[in-house]
Each structure stands twice: as C-alpha cells, then as structure tokens.
C-alpha cells in the first residue's frame, strides 16, 4: 500500500511538471487566436494542436516582413542562435581555463587573503544579478564595450560557481600525485595538465555544462549592455514576440522550445558526469 501511495504522488508531480510542457508544445503549433480557446476551462485539447500549423516556427526562424496590425518586423533566429553557440563555445574554453586556474589556486596554494577571496567567489554566485548589474555596466561602459561582443562575453568568462564546483573537486585529489610531480621537476602549469586535468573529466564536463548554459540562457545582461540588433542573443531575440500591444504567445512558445531543444540535448549524454562532477565523487569511484 505504501509503495501504491509513493507511486500515485510521483505520478501527479509528473503530471504538474509535464502538463504545462505539453501544453506550451502544443501551442506553439496552434495559431495565435486560438492558443488560449481549451484553457480556460481546461480542456485535453488544449494538449494537442487543433489546427496545426508551422506558422509560428516559419516566423521565428525566417523572421516577420510584414506589419500588420501591431506586428511589427523582426529579423529571424538564425543570426541570434549562431552567435550565442559561438559566445557559448568561447566561453566554456576560456572561461573554464581561467576559472579552473583559479579553482586549483585556491585548492592547493596558502596565502593571505585566502578564505575572504574564496567568500566573495561564493557571494558572487549567490547574489542576484539585478544586483551587480548597476556597476558592471558602468565599468564595461568606462571600457568602451557598450554595443559590442566583448561587452557581452568577458563579464561571463569568470563564474563563482564553476570556481567553486573546481576547487571542491581539486581539493579531494591526493596531495602525493602533486608532490610527485613537483619533485619530478614539473612546473605548476605541467602539473594541472598532465596529472590534474586528466583526472578531473567530471569536474571539466560539469564546469562546461554550466557555463555553456549560462551564456546560452543569458538575456538580462545581454540586452542591457547590446541592445543594438546586430548584438542580439537568442534569448533577447525570443523575447520580441512581447509587444506594445500584443504578445505573440505561440513564436514566443516555438522559440521557447527550440532555445530548450540544445540545452537538453548536451545535458542528457553528459548528466552522468555532470552529477559527479557537481557532487564531488568523482575520484571516490
């Protein structure tokens, strides 16, 4: 009876965390007048397209020419997706060498400062973006980075999370193998990448992961400091099918899953070592 009860209340939180899901998928092949019409009440048709149509993908990736009623013209996904994969990809490689750099610095070197340093890394994934954004920009704005590429990738090169998810993960690798390379003759540097590195696969995959998603799911800082149409990210571009007068809830759906398809399709072969990683048990197996 007890296994029924733990079953059934899976199955309903499955069902809360799918329902919108299916829904959202389904409206975004349904055309713009009707995506609401099985929702209030809620009806199953609301989970399968009634008059399918392609309509809102068309839209969203060859862009809107027309202006119609309140509709204005926006250009395509095309441009926005490409160049939020190429940011991403630069900064897995970039930023996961500085920010595993500087999780190996505070694994196994002493210095003054140590533990204040290390707390402000920890405070700086912890607050709140809306926060820091103020100052940042003032900074990148007295770099002359506003409306360019740089203004929108190096603020992300560097993340406390990935720093910290390093440093936990270099701690637990024994001091000997690093002792041994030392007496060996091997510099610092040949010491990270010949015995650390090597070992440290689910760290690196993890460390990817989430700074790829964090530069791909980016959309605050972006539109902010780039707001110019040749700058536009992904999530930016999504996000015009809010208008003055209308939301356009099916390219704003269609977008919407498409934005979530690459993310799912790099978490789901990696999560095996994005967990590890993220716990720490990488070198406990």
């Not at 003032?138 to 770099?143: E, G």
């Not at 934005?259 to 999560?271: G, K």
């Amino acid at each position: 009876m007890k296994t029924v009860a733990v079953y059934f209340l899976l199955i309903l939180v499955a069902a809360l965390v799918l329902l919108p899901l299916l829904w959202a998928v389904s409206a975004s092949f349904t055309p713009l007048e009707k995506v609401f019409e099985h929702v209030y009440p809620f009806s199953w048709r609301a989970l399968v397209p009634q008059d399918f149509t392609w309509e809102a993908y068309t839209n969203v990736f060859q862009g809107r020419s027309h202006t119609a009623q309140s509709v204005a013209p926006q250009p395509g996904l095309g441009r926005p997706v490409v160049s939020t994969f190429i940011l991403a990809i630069g900064t897995v490689v970039v930023g996961g060498l500085i920010c595993a750099l500087a999780g190996f610095a505070f694994a196994q070197f002493d210095f003054r400062g140590k533990n204040l340093l290390f707390s402000l890394v920890l405070l700086s994934f912890m607050m709140p973006v809306e926060v820091t954004i103020i100052p940042l920009f003032v900074l990148v704005k007295q770099l002359g980075w506003v409306n360019s590429w740089q203004g929108i990738w190096v603020p992300g090169l560097v993340h406390g999370m990935v720093i910290f998810v390093f440093r936990q993960f270099f701690s637990e690798i024994p001091r000997d193998l690093i002792d041994a390379a030392r007496v060996d003759g091997a510099g610092w540097f040949r010491t990270l990448r010949s015995i650390v590195l090597p070992l440290s696969l689910p760290v690196l995959i993890s460390a990817g992961l989430i700074l790829f998603l964090y530069q791909w799911d980016a959309f605050l800082w972006p539109m902010v400091i780039s707001p110019s149409q040749e700058f536009r990210l992904v999530q930016v571009a999504i996000s015009l099918s809010i208008e003055e007068h209308q939301t356009l809830w099916n390219e704003l759906l269609a977008g919407s899953m498409f934005a979530a398809i690459l993310p799912i399709l790099l978490i789901l072969p990696f999560q095996r070592y994005y967990v590890r990683g993220i716990t720490g048990s990488g070198l406990k197996e």
